[in-house]
């Protein structure tokens, strides 16, 4: 089950459930969307949204497929149900209850219940979760990422945790986006599973992410912003509430978002990190050991700031960067991936949009210029073609120029500003923390894959 899913029983699910529908059915109005998940109608399932908020109603619509009228009159009964009583709390007295709070999925019953949380991100999610199971029994891999494709078809896929830029890397005016966040690939090739954008908001500028920006006006659903009460004016800069503002818009608000949202075979994978260590490469070429090393292990690091009592940066992993939706085990998607790529002879990478010159309060965070010019070159061809130097420890292939970015930038090493002993230490500790987070998968990865780790040996 592993650190986030808990398994549950029959008996608890079902209090849960009647909790819901008890409190549901107290409402003096309850809004319900139907909607699809999936963009090829040969996998997609049909998702019914019961709910007492306009919110999550809204919410939902920006983020499922909306069906057309024809559809929506022969849309029939969902395969999927969710029960959204979050402004109710579960009872901490219900057998396997540990809060006030539960997300709860029961595949047999095909039914999501959720008491006493009203981010109307569980329902987004949870249907992700739904995807992650469904699709491997169908042979269809299920990846969080995101996706776009070039004027000649070619496919690139993003992988990357909360604040690594794999919503607004995707979204590049010279580029179609499939999708920002939720996607599957199957024999035909990949497809969004969303019909709706989540973008983090903060600091947030026309400037900056002009698609992104465009996307939020009448229909999109901004979150945990503060506002002008007079203009409606909102101030992305005010991290008054938390540093994870966000909006949730229909995918067609993007002016280049291609639909239907499908594309053919990725041409390139992208694996996106927040190295807040600043000793990770800005970009480097993976072999395919390493693509899966780097898989399993998701990292990205949480900075000091962003939550209560982190002081210095902290390595965080999450299997196949999203071990909260996974249902089979991560080396079940990570072999489908391997799989897939040897047979499309994709390319990948792993990029660092963290920090450069020293970790988190010493060094500066990479230039979004920089790491757009990055995936320019990898998207052109230029990094297929440019001569690679081995980083030590990691084993990375790290090339030695890339248009638009300074030479130092490319290897940590030669950018950091403190000694070459601090580098080294910080580069040993990252390594270690890497050797001991895989350990946990190491008995179902194969000797290759393993090898394919960091050269540092654990602390005994």
């Given amino acids: 089950w592993g650190p986030v899913n808990i398994k549950m029983s029959e008996s608890a699910f079902m209090v849960n459930r009647e909790r819901a ?114 699709m491997p029994r169908a042979g269809v891999l299920s990846l969080h990422s995101s996706a776009n494709e070039g004027p000649g078809g070619d496919v690139s896929l993003f992988f990357g945790l909360s604040g690594t830029g794999k919503t607004t890397l995707s979204a590049d005016p010279h580029r179609f986006l499939i999708g920002d966040d939720e996607h599957c690939w199957s024999a035909d090739g990949i497809f969004n599973v969303e019909g709706g954008c989540y973008a983090k908001c903060i600091d947030l500028s026309a400037d900056k992410e002009p698609e992104i920006y465009g996307a939020i006006r009448f229909g999109s659903v901004v979150e945990n912003v503060m506002y002008d009460l007079g203009s409606r004016e909102i101030d992305y800069a005010d991290s008054t509430l938390t540093e994870n503002t966000r909006c949730a818009y229909p995918i067609e608000f993007i002016p280049n978002a291609k639909l239907p949202c499908v594309g053919g075979h990725p041409k390139n994978i992208i694996l996106l990190t927040c190295d807040a260590f600043g000793v990770l490469p800005p970009v480097a070429k993976l072999s395919p050991s390493q693509v899966s090393y780097h898989f399993i292990s998701g990292y990205t690091a949480k900075i000091a700031g962003t939550e209560d009592g982190v002081t210095e940066p902290q390595a965080t992993f999450s299997a196949c960067f999203g071990a909260p939706f996974l249902v089979w085990h991560p080396t079940k998607y990570a072999s489908m991936l391997a799989e897939k790529m040897e047979q499309h002879q994709a390319s990948a990478w792993l990029i660092n949009t963290g920090w450069n010159g020293g970790a988190y309060g010493t060094g500066k965070r990479i230039s979004l210029k920089y790491s757009r010019a990055i995936i320019d070159a990898i998207h052109s061809g230029e990094l297929a073609a440019a001569e690679y130097d081995t980083y030590p420890v990691f084993g990375l292939q790290i090339p030695r120029a890339v248009t638009g970015v300074p030479p130092e930038v490319l290897n940590p090493a030669k950018s950091w500003l403190g000694t070459k002993q601090s580098f080294d230490a910080t580069l040993l500790k990252l390594a270690r923390l890497f050797n001991e987070n895989f350990a946990a998968y190491a008995d179902r990865a194969t000797p290759e894959v393993i090898a394919a780790g960091p050269a540092a040996k654990t602390e005994e």
């Avoid at 559809?71 to 540990?98: H, I, W």
């Avoid at 991100?121 to 249907?127: H, L, S």
């Fill in 21 to 134: 529908i008890d409190y549901l059915n107290t409402r003096d109005r309850l809004y319900v969307f139907d909607g699809f998940a999936g963009w090829d109608p040969k996998y997609r399932i049909k998702v019914r949204i019961v709910c007492a908020r306009a919110y999550h109603a809204l919410f939902m619509r920006n983020m499922l497929i909306r069906p057309s009228a024809d559809e929506l009159a022969s849309f029939g009964e969902p395969d999927f149900t969710v029960f959204n009583a979050g402004q109710f709390p579960a009872n901490r007295y219900t057998t396997g209850m540990t809060s006030t709070t539960s997300v709860a999925i029961n595949f047999a019953r095909r039914e999501m219940v959720i008491l006493g949380s009203q981010y109307a991100g569980e329902m987004k999610k949870g249907i992700f979760t739904v995807m992650h199971y469904l």
